[in-house]
């Protein structure tokens, strides 16, 4: 059973940054490319940014590009998502997902397993 655990989220003044983290359970952890997606009220889920298997591949969406990191620590399997000059329109329950492979995919019916959420809020 896959398990996906994130952290990090709050509220913060535009312009802040935040450190978002997902704790993964999947065995073995490089084995899966990791992304996270963020849904505001309202919305659909969107893509944010991902990583692949190895870690030597990212992606993030043209909203983020720039202001947005991902990384992942697989001694720790976690993968990590630094958020900076952030936004209210970055305001979102942003969600981790896995999918065993090397692909980064946009997608949101690519990705097998999900998280819970973590909020984040910007004020103006």
């Known amino acids: 059973q896959v398990q996906l655990v994130e952290s990090g989220g709050g509220s913060v003044q535009a312009g802040g940054s935040l450190r978002l983290s997902c704790a993964a359970s999947?065995?073995?952890?490089?084995?899966?490319?990791m992304a996270w997606f963020r849904q505001a009220p309202g919305k659909e889920r969107e893509f944010v940014g991902g990583v692949n298997f190895s870690g030597r591949t990212t992606d993030y969406a043209d909203s983020v590009k720039g202001r947005f990191t991902i990384w992942r620590d697989d001694a720790k399997t976690t993968v990590y998502l630094q958020m900076f000059s952030l936004k209210p329109e970055d305001s979102a329950v942003y969600y981790c997902a896995a999918v065993r492979g090397p692909l980064i995919y946009r997608m949101r019916s690519d990705y097998d397993d999900w998280g819970q959420g973590t909020q984040v809020i910007v004020s103006s």
């Open positions: 999947v065995r073995p952890f490089s084995a899966y490319t």
